[in-house]
């Protein structure tokens, strides 16, 4: 949805005029939230369509899946702007992923250029270790099936790192390395403009952080990937508290909106794993996804942003980009090849530490012991955050880079 809406908002400037086709929101699973909504201009044209109902879905398994449910609509909301405007470029952003498998149909139908967007991975390498019958094994082996099927159409193949790049290439050698263009998701400064107009509208009246306590914020899902480096957090924590028990009274980490299922208040993913190792006490955690004026707010404020990476190099979490325009002393653990990973070094303002093993993040837990007792202590220690490290990834400069994508993709149909 960011993706989307950054270019909504900042392709007019580079010469582009962006329509929407979507799925009308009330026919997701998800909870509305208006004021991500209202992040989008209002003069932006905005096609909605519609899908399967859930009660058809649900017994395969599939409500949730948006790509799959409003694939029809999508298609043929898709056919009639074709047929009846004038459209230089189609994008489609990712996931869901199945609307990808349209590319062939408007190469050969209507010669329009077509660029995939890959947020993440379509095809994942963490589900090999997978039962062969599970629903991730079965989803996984059915991307490595029609995945090449949508990239054979492709005028330009976008992902939000050169990795992710690297690792399509590695999978397909018939792929031109310079159809694929990396683009980060990047962030809007101006989304914590509209965030403080809600507070002091009363508006936003949600706060996370504990007062008169040193907050480290984590605002996103937690999922298996992640969890090791969960745990080398907490029982940094446990040792940091062994050592220093006062000054670990004032600390409270805070996990917000760790489950990807929007509605779940119980499906505690961080809790059971601070209980086991004896630190629930200084845990708070909210499992179900927050509106995101709330999450910008718990950015925006906390003392110190915790900011924790999976096991896997290609992991760029979005989530960096506004909590490097937010400001706040940070603390981050990342794969030491992911692009975060060097952005935040580069950003500077904060501690961060890279890994390439699990055994080696293990033995980051001194470093991270250090850490913690460093912003706790003295947090302006550790500088501020160049804002020239983020240039390149305002949402505006990130619409700039898709619409270079676009005019070359243009000018190739042309010739």
């Known amino acids: 949805m960011h993706r989307a809406r950054h270019l909504a908002k900042y392709l007019p400037a580079h010469g582009w005029r962006p329509q929407i086709l979507c799925v009308d929101p009330k026919l997701h699973i998800q909870l509305l939230d208006p004021g991500l909504a209202g992040l989008v201009p209002d003069d932006v044209e905005i096609v909605s369509t519609r899908a399967v109902p859930i009660r058809f ?4 398994g599939l409500e949730g ?6 694939y029809g609509h999508l298609r043929a909301a898709l056919g009639r702007e074709l047929s009846r405007s004038h ?8 996931s869901p992923y199945y609307p990808m498998l349209m590319s062939g149909w408007i190469q050969r139908r209507w010669n329009v250029p077509i660029i995939l967007d890959f947020q993440d991975p379509w095809v994942s390498s963490t589900d090999r270790g997978a039962p062969y019958w599970s629903k991730s094994n079965l989803v996984n082996r059915l991307a490595v099936i029609l995945e090449p099927c949508a990239l054979r159409y492709a005028s330009f193949i976008t992902s939000v790192s050169d990795r992710q790049n690297e690792e399509m290439l590695a999978r397909y050698p018939w792929l031109e390395p310079t159809r694929l263009v990396s683009i980060p998701i990047g962030g809007d400064p101006q989304d914590f403009d509209a965030m403080r107009d809600a507070v002091s509208t009363g508006a936003l009246t949600v706060s996370h952080l504990g007062s008169g306590l040193v907050n480290f914020s984590y605002v996103g899902t937690i999922w298996p990937p992640v969890v090791e480096t969960l745990r080398a957090v907490l029982t940094a924590f446990a040792l940091l508290r062994e050592k220093s028990p006062r000054l670990a009274e004032k600390i409270r980490f805070n996990f917000i909106g760790t489950t990807a299922v929007p509605t779940s208040k119980q499906d505690y993913r961080v809790l059971p794993i601070a209980r086991e ?3 629930a006490q ?6 179900e996804r927050r509106p995101y004026l709330e999450a910008l707010r718990t950015m925006a404020q906390t003392e110190v942003a915790l900011i924790i990476g999976s096991s896997e190099p290609h992991y760029t979490a979005s989530k960096i980009y506004p909590v490097l325009m937010a400001g706040r002393p940070f603390l981050s653990i ?6 975060a990973h060097e952005i935040l070094i580069r950003a500077g303002g904060g501690i961060s530490l890279g890994f390439e093993t699990v055994k ?16 706790t202590t003295s947090p302006s220690s550790v500088g501020h955050i160049d804002s020239a490290a983020y240039d390149l990834y305002t949402a505006r400069s990130v619409a700039g ?5 676009f005019e070359r993709a243009a000018h190739i149909s042309r010739v």
């Open 87 to 94: 459209v230089d470029a189609v994008l489609i952003t990712g």
């Open 277 to 279: 190792i004896g630190v």
């Open 65 to 70: 899946d948006i790509g799959l449910r409003g």
């Open 282 to 287: 200084n845990v708070y955690e909210v499992p």
């Open 401 to 405: 880079r898709f619409a270079n994508v």
């Open 360 to 375: 080696e993040l293990r033995g980051l837990v001194p470093s991270i012991v250090e850490g913690l007792e460093r912003l």
């Open 334 to 339: 990342f794969h030491r090849k992911s692009s």
């Open 57 to 60: 879905t649900r017994p395969f």
